[in-house]
Structures are given as C-alpha cells and as structure tokens.
C-alpha cells in the first residue's frame, strides 16, 4: 500500500451485508476505518432484541464486529456468527446479539456493550450506531399504502412492484454525535452496497447525518447495487438509485460511483428471476460525479444458513475488488 494512503480516514455508512463487505475488503490495509450502523432492522432476532429486551438492534452492528475483527480471533467470529438451530425463543438468534444483550445489563448501557463489543473481538476501527433514537422506518407508497418497519418493508406482503413513494423515520431520530464527528473527519465516506431504502435511507434520514455529508470534505463513494431489490426498487435502474440519493442529499452530492460491469451467472440469475429480481442496468452518462466501472462481483455465491429466517443476497461484491478501487480514490493530503 502506497505512504500516502496509510491511516487514511474512511467512513463506511449502511448496514449489514453489504458494509460488512466493504470493511472486510478494507481492514486488511493502515487504514482508520469506521463503520457507521443504521439502527432500524426490526425482523429475525432483531425483532426480539427490540420488543423484549428494550433495545436496538444488534443485527447489523455484530456483521461489522465480524468484518472488523482480527484475524486471529477466529473463535470469536465463528462464535458470533452462530446461529441457534433449536430451543423454544432462541431458534435463529445468533450467539453475538445475546452476548451485546448481556454486556448492555452488565454494563448498563448499549453504547458501552458496544464499545467492549470492539475491545473483545479486537477490531481494527470502530462501529457506531447512526443513532440512539428508539426509531421505526416508515414506507407510503405510490398507492396510498403505509407499511410500519423495515422488516415489512425489506420482505413486503404486499405487491413488491408498487413504487415507494415517501420515507421517513417516527419517530425522529438525532444521529449519534460520534458518528457525525467521523463523517466531518473522514477523507471517503463509502456508501453502499446494500438495500436503497432500508440500509442506505435510514442513515440518511437521521437528523444531521445528511448535512453533515454535505458539509464534509471526504469524497463521497457510492457503491452500486449488484440487483435490484422486490419490494423496494422493482425495475430501478443506476440511476433511478441515484435519485433517490440526491432527493435527500441534494444535487452534486457524490464523487464517485462504482458500477460493476461483469456479468452475473445465468444459473444466479434463473433465481434471482423467481423473486421478481434483476440486474441494476447501467444507465450513467456523463454527469457530475465520476462513474468506475469494473468487475467488482464476487464470482462465488453465497450460502444461507438454514436457521436463518431471513432473505439473503445470492451474490456479492467482491471485498478485495473494492477495496483496491476505494483506496485508488483516497485523496492526497497536503
């Protein structure tokens, strides 16, 4: 890795698969990295860590612990990870929300659980939560429908192709100020891959966190989308994404957009086809951001884990593919 990007301030914003795929591409160089976690997902074990227990979820924070630990902590990843199989109320809840459920009643709070969290396991950066805010993602549609929590959103009952409308968070939320601290600080701020409007947006509605993006001098990365996602962005193009960014960010808000351009398997693709899923067309032109495109897709398909209640992504990006392309884009320091 060149000097100059050594200790390089990067910012990586979303949730789940996706950011954990990033920083696990990234850990792996001199970097000061840090996640910044939306606070919103309200299925699977989430849904009892918020209902039961008081507190918010823990889902995406602990795939940010598992990217971001060390290496010689496998162990302790592997622990995390672990998925429950059996036991009435413990089936398809990991080992690594309870072990956050627990350090929170130990220690009396959920940000410290959060902190010790990253002690333990070691990790190379830090993980914030977006917010502290007790808050909910709201979705109206283009037909008048309201549906209450990411999960219903994520994984609709309703038809899938119906376009969203308005999003929003009831109630507001007020960003974390470290995390705003760390937006202002960084030199790239990476957003994306992940589902548009329930990993991306519920960052972006907190209160602060898009101004705070707009007064940074980081350069802003976002990361397309591999497909696109039934329920949320039916029939989306790179564009259409994009859109819906520049709604909440304002005009001439990004950088640099990566767009993978290899093709995805037709076995992959037969699948995807069956859940009303498609690839994101490359629609970009010239524009005011700089569009990278590249094979940045990990040729391996993903596995799912059977006690896993929720729907997972077949493909992803290649961690390793990214991180290079992000840490070409690290501006120089004077």
Avoid at 8 to 23: A, E, H, P, Q
Avoid at 27 to 35: E, G, R
Avoid at 65 to 87: H, I, P, T, W
Wanted: charged share 25%; hydrophobic share 40%; aromatic share 8%.
């Amino acid at each position: 890795m060149s000097p100059k990007n050594s200790n390089k301030k990067i910012v990586c914003l979303g949730g789940g698969t996706g950011t954990s795929t990033v920083l696990s591409g990234l850990k792996k160089y001199p970097l000061d990295l840090t996640a910044i976690v939306a606070m919103t997902d309200s299925g699977g074990s989430n849904r009892i860590v918020r209902d039961e227990f008081g507190l918010l979820p823990t889902s995406d924070l602990r795939q940010c612990f598992v990217a971001l630990a060390d290496d010689s902590e496998q162990s302790l990843r592997k622990l995390f990870l672990y998925r429950f199989s059996e036991g009435k109320g413990l089936k398809g809840m990991t080992f690594g929300n309870l072990f956050m459920i627990a350090l929170t009643d130990i220690f009396g709070s959920q940000i410290e659980a959060i902190k010790k969290t990253g002690q333990i396991l070691k990790i190379k950066g830090k993980v914030l939560p977006v917010t502290l805010t007790n808050s909910n993602l709201v979705a109206i549609y283009e037909n008048g429908r309201k549906v209450f929590g990411e999960h219903f959103i994520d994984e609709p009952k309703h038809d899938g192709k119906i376009k969203i409308k308005k999003i929003y968070l009831q109630p507001k939320a007020k960003a974390y100020p470290e995390a705003i601290k760390s937006i202002l600080k960084a030199d790239i701020v990476v957003m994306g891959p992940g589902d548009l409007y329930t990993s991306l947006m519920p960052n972006l509605l907190v209160q602060g966190v898009a101004s705070a993006l707009k007064e940074t001098k980081a350069k802003i990365v976002c990361v397309l989308n591999l497909m696109t996602r039934y329920g949320q962005t039916y029939g989306f193009s790179a564009r259409d994404h994009l859109r819906v960014l520049e709604e909440y960010l304002g005009e001439n808000c990004l950088d640099f957009v990566l767009v993978n351009s290899a093709s995805v398997p037709k076995a992959v693709l037969n699948k995807y086809k069956k859940k009303h899923e498609f690839p994101v067309a490359d629609d970009l032109k010239k524009d005011y951001f700089k569009t990278i495109r590249g094979d940045f897709l990990n040729k391996k398909a993903a596995g799912k884990v059977a006690e896993d209640v929720l729907e997972r992504s077949l493909i992803r990006h290649d961690q390793n593919k990214l991180a290079k392309i992000i840490l070409s884009l690290c501006p120089v320091r004077n």
